[in-house]
Nanobody, 125 residues
Framework: QVQLAESGGGLVQAGGSLRLSCAASGRTFSSYAMGWFRQAPGKEREFVARIFWSGESTYYADSVKGRFTISRDSAKNTVYLQMSSLKPGDTAVYYC??????????????????WGQGTQVTVSS
């Protein structure tokens, strides 16, 4: 049973930084794609970033490119999302997700097989 546990959310001022963590357990993740998504109040959940566990190939939504960095630590089975230059528009619940195979676009919610419970990020102006 795959389990994903996010942590690291909180309240930060605009321009600040936060690092989110996603601890993964229950499988060997070498063939997986790992993604971060977010959902703001009243909006649909949207793609933020993803990484291939094996090769560190990364991809970002245009809205966060240059400000956010996704990475993974295989020894700790943990995926990170380093967020910098945060804006009030980044306020959302951030979710970690795992997709069993790296085929396909890896950008859409329906592609992902496992989800964490989410962590709240609030950016004040």
């Amino acid at each position: 049973q795959v389990q994903l546990a996010e942590s690291g959310g909180g309240l930060v001022q605009a321009g600040g930084s936060l690092r989110l963590s996603c601890a993964a357990s229950g499988r060997t993740f070498s063939s997986y794609a790992m993604g971060w998504f977010r959902q703001a109040p009243g909006k649909e959940r949207e793609f933020v970033a993803r990484i291939f566990w094996s090769g560190e190939s990364t991809y970002y939504a245009d809205s966060v490119k240059g400000r956010f960095t996704i990475s993974r630590d295989s020894a700790k089975n943990t995926v990170y999302l380093q967020m910098s230059s945060l804006k009030p528009g980044d306020t959302a619940v951030y979710y970690c997700a795992a997709k069993r195979f790296v085929t396909g676009p890896t950008l859409y919610l329906k592609e992902y097989d496992y989800w964490g419970q989410g962590t709240q990020v609030t950016v004040s102006s």
